[in-house]
DNA sequence: AAGTGGTCTAGACCACGTG
DNA sequence: ACGTGGTCTAGACCACTTA
């Protein structure tokens, strides 16, 4: 049995606390997020039931369910009906439509394969240090690599991660195509959400190269920061995308 | 009082209809919307309470709340704790946020000005026929016009309106900035969802005259098809950009 | 003081999945 | 048959707004 929550119980009303007081359901939420963050829960794994959350946190059912119900509109939980409620996995299915907007003019959007280019260590450039919140003096890990759909390349991709939360990235032989899923399996960090910024650019005589387009052909620019369950920074990445036959799809409500 | 609603009651089990069940939420959601699409409730309109709406349609305040909850999400209602429940108005600092993706590298977003430089009646093209779902012989009216930021030209479009739609378009004297507004003071029709889609391109002859940038200078192309809240498209919009010194900014979660 | 939405609880039944 | 999440209800109290 854990500690009580704060909030109306036998002896004290809600008024005890005038200021910055936040909902009970906020507050589970808060303490589910916990179990996630450190690690207690780990994707795939079955929670407890509702009932039994509601016994361990004192509350009722009904305010465990709207924690867990806004969990999951976040995509951190899946939700069975008579099996269960299991932690959310970066699986390539659902990454496709979470976190890759890009899909082909014609046709259903599929995930592109990956060749790395280059890997190394380095000092971060003032971008890096701005986007990722480092200090002047921490390093980053950068792969470089091209992205095929189909047998066409279609993207080349910066990857820049801070290398005091990935130790030893360096050590690794292979990277898969699925990096979030690395990061989960190996270092334990959920990426939670993601900021995009898209730009139009020319092709600079090496991105040419690589992808086999014109010098000069206007390219995709896609700025991403990704962040983790607690909001902070994880993983810039510059994807320099040729347009001609994908698009980048975004829906507006 | 109205009709009655289908589920559980007095003397029918929700067994009673296995195939195509709906919650009874969803069912009173519905009916809500239908009010909205039948213009009896209007933008900036309070609604009644949730404990008369939960009277006129015979369910309990709970039911009512999550359908209303639901209609919040999606940004259709505004509730404030104390007032009431409004319907949602296409307010330019709302619009802002929810329909225009661009911000400046610096400083804050801010709604462009807009210069019409043509409209006029016309046969559809493929894609509009396609994309707004029309017949052949349907009639589009389209506009032309170019935004500004802080007398920055920054972007060209071209909307494109089913003429049936909107009848006596091309009696209007003037073309406000805030379009949404006037579709929906003017014929009625609420944007509740759109779908953008993003490519880069190189400025042509007739852009670059007009934005004042090299012929060949990458500009990002957007592509919205906007729909009303029964899920029909309604506009067409293709808007090239010049992301010099702006972004497209999305955030995925 | 009265009315509104916001939160929390408790209990009932339904639909789904598994044994 | 049993346990899970999903739906629905009824009632209590809180927080905010207006009068």
Known sequence: ME?????????ETRTGEPIGFK???AQVRERLMRRLVDGDWTPGMLLPSEMELA???NVSQGTVRKALDSMTADNLLLRRQGRGTYVAE???SRMLFQFFRLSPDQGSPSFPDSRVLSTGKAKPTR????SLKLEKTDEVFRIERIRSLSGQPILIETITLPAGRFPDF?????IPNNVYRL??????ITIGS???RLKAISASSRDAVKLGCHIGEPLLLISRVARDLEDRPVELRWSRCISRDIHYAVNLR
């Open 170 to 174: 360096d050590h690794l032989t292979i």
């Open 90 to 92: 970066p699986e390539e």
């Open 194 to 196: 993601a900021e995009e």
């Open 55 to 57: 016994r361990q946190l």
């Open 3 to 11: 500690k009580k929550l704060s909030g109306p119980d036998e002896t």
């Open 23 to 25: 909902p009970l359901y």
């Open 183 to 188: 990061y989960s399996e190996r270092w334990g």
């Open 127 to 130: 971008t890096e240090i701005a």
